[in-house]
């Protein structure tokens, strides 16, 4: 839904300067009307990935146990309640905070003037 909106949001006027410069129609929208629509529906999707990671487990998607999993038999074998739960948040930021300084970098790239 939010592709579209970005692509209804390039104006008609830049379509059709396009084709007046002999564009084809897979050049405008490579070069003329996805530029644009990115930097509109960015931001909207970089929350919504940051909001998936959260929900999710990061780790099962790579390959490795899950970090809730693995704090669960932590906890059930060594009685500590806490530890492993403290350890787990923390990886869970580390992620995240790594994750929102890449898109903020990617961003930046995308919004930045020339």
């Not at 830049?14 to 644009?36: C, D, H, N, R, W």
């Not at 990061?58 to 500590?80: M, P, W």
């Not at 929102?100 to 919004?111: D, G, M, P, V």
Request: proline letters at 3%.
């Amino acid at each position: 839904m939010q592709g579209r909106i970005g692509i209804k949001s390039v104006g008609i006027e830049q379509i059709e300067a396009g084709i007046s410069m002999g564009f084809t129609k897979i050049q405008i929208l490579l070069y003329i009307v996805l530029p644009q629509a990115i930097k509109v529906v960015f931001p909207v999707y970089k929350g919504e990935v940051i909001t998936i990671i959260k929900l999710t487990s990061i780790v099962g998607y790579i390959g490795v146990q899950d970090l809730t999993r693995a704090t669960d038999i932590i906890r059930s074998q060594t009685f500590d309640a806490f530890f492993p739960l403290i350890l787990t948040t923390i990886l869970y930021f580390m992620v995240i905070g790594m994750l929102i300084l890449i898109l903020n970098y990617i961003e930046k790239r995308i919004n930045r003037e020339k």
